[in-house]
């Protein structure tokens, strides 16, 4: 009996400091978003405020992740749509892909295959997403997860529908 209560105890607390460590994670709807800084496949520093004055779609995946590669043409053809575009403010609209990954190689043939043509794709090598810094600071606890982000670095939705990001997006288009 004292093992049983011992291992519910040991299980609320786990629970407990994952709701508390999701909630305090850097980013909050409303609120300015944590950096992500990395080289891109090409070797060239990026930082995601270099992105600020842009709607900017954060998308952690992997390329071993049927969901995350299920989205890719949802990707694909919002970029297609919006790539280009001058919103109100003349901003326009970038992607962001963070890959957590074991092998830096299957994601650069997923990037390839899954025509995922926009220039920044950040990997990060980590074995689980929960050991992934960049994961852990944007508190994503499964993939895909996607961030919007609007001109000035602030949240506007986590996980939002593909379709909620194109009438967002759609809304603040310049005519």
Avoid at 137 to 144: F, I, R
Avoid at 149 to 171: H, Q, T, V, W
Wanted: aromatic share 12%; charged share 25%.
């Amino acid at each position: 009996m004292n093992k049983t209560f011992s291992f519910v105890i040991l299980m609320l607390f786990a629970c407990y400091v994952g709701y508390k460590f999701y909630l305090n994670s850097n980013v909050s709807q409303g609120k300015k978003v944590a950096e992500i800084s990395g080289i891109l496949p090409d070797n060239t520093a990026f930082k995601l405020s270099d992105l600020e004055g842009n709607y900017v779609l954060v998308d952690f995946w992997g390329s071993w992740c049927p969901p995350c590669r299920k989205d890719n043409p949802k990707l694909v053809a919002m970029y297609d749509k919006y790539a280009g575009k001058t919103f109100k403010g003349d901003s326009s609209f970038e992607i962001v892909n963070v890959a957590i990954e074991k092998n830096e190689k299957r994601v650069l043939a997923a990037i390839e295959k899954d025509g995922l043509r926009w220039p920044y794709h950040i990997i990060e090598t980590s074995k689980l997403v929960l050991s992934s810094p960049l994961a852990l600071s944007y508190g994503v606890t499964d993939l895909p997860t996607k961030f919007l982000i609007d001109p000035e670095g602030i949240l506007i939705g986590r996980n939002m529908s593909f379709k909620e990001i194109d009438a967002y997006l759609a809304e603040r288009l310049k005519t």
